[in-house]
T-cell receptor
Framework: NAGVMQNPRHLVRRRGQEARLRCSPM?????VYWYRQLPEEGLKFMVY????????ESGMPKERFSAEFPKEGPSILRIQQVVRGDSAAYFC?????????????FGSGTRLTVV | RKEVEQDPGPFNVPEGATVAFNCTYS??????FFWYRQDCRKEPKLLMS???SGNEDGRFTAQLNRASQYISLLIRDSKLSDSATYLC??????????FGTGTRLTIIP
């Protein structure tokens, strides 16, 4: 039973390019969460999704960031026109229904570097 | 005031010693509490949930004090493998977690 799979592990983008981060939840998990960890800071919640629905996007920056979790395929976090301040580790977590915060499993993260 | 405050450390502790961390939180509506550990450049992993009655898992003991709004983690007989950053985490009964910035622990041989 594979864990939460994130790819790529490392991503380098030039300023102004787009970054696409992928997350495949654990088998049987229908809830996906994205968190961002800036250098020397704690993880910050970005967005919570279920299949084809955004449930809570209160932590998403208002511009350039979007997320989806389609019926088929992985969840995607998309950052348009990246800037240096977007450099961070982006972690995805998944949980099964009805377990909420007690059922979290994190992926190994994508480290985005904007040059 | 930050939502979650932790002493960033570093705590440098000899192997076999006992070490304790505290974490204070500002929102009294917080419902669930956890300690996670995060190794360098890795994902956070759940260490233990924290209950009002206190709970123990092997060498680890967690306590919650709702009146004073803090949680604590005690590690006994520390091992080299305990070296990591320990994250104080809580939520409000919904799906999202609020993380502290972590306390860095290094166990010295």
């Amino acid at each position: 039973n594979a864990g939460v799979m994130q790819n790529p592990r490392h991503l380098v983008r030039r300023r102004g390019q787009e970054a696409r981060l992928r997350c495949s939840p654990m088998k049987g998990h229908s809830h996906v969460y994205w968190y961002r960890q800036l250098p020397e800071e704690g993880l910050k919640f970005m967005v919570y999704l279920q299949k084809e629905n955004i449930i809570d996007e209160s932590g998403m920056p208002k511009e350039r960031f979007s997320a989806e979790f389609p019926k088929e395929g992985p969840s995607i976090l998309r950052i348009q026109q990246v800037v240096r301040g977007d450099s961070a580790a982006y972690f995805c977590a998944s949980s099964p229904p009805f377990q909420g915060s007690y059922g979290y499993t994190f992926g190994s993260g994508t480290r985005l570097t904007v040059v | 005031r930050k939502e979650v405050e932790q002493d960033p450390g570093p705590f440098n502790v000899p192997e076999g010693a006992t070490v304790a961390f505290n974490c204070t939180y500002s929102n009294s509506a917080s419902q669930s509490f956890f300690w996670y550990r995060q190794d360098c450049r890795k994902e956070p992993k759940l260490l233990m949930s924290v209950y009002s009655s206190g709970n123990e898992d092997g060498r680890f003991t967690a306590q919650l004090n709702r009146a004073s709004q803090y949680i604590s983690l005690l590690i006994r007989d520390s091992k080299l493998s305990d070296s990591a950053t320990y994250l104080c985490v809580y939520n409000f009964g919904n799906e999202k977690l609020t993380f502290g910035t972590g306390t860095r622990l290094t166990i010295i041989p």
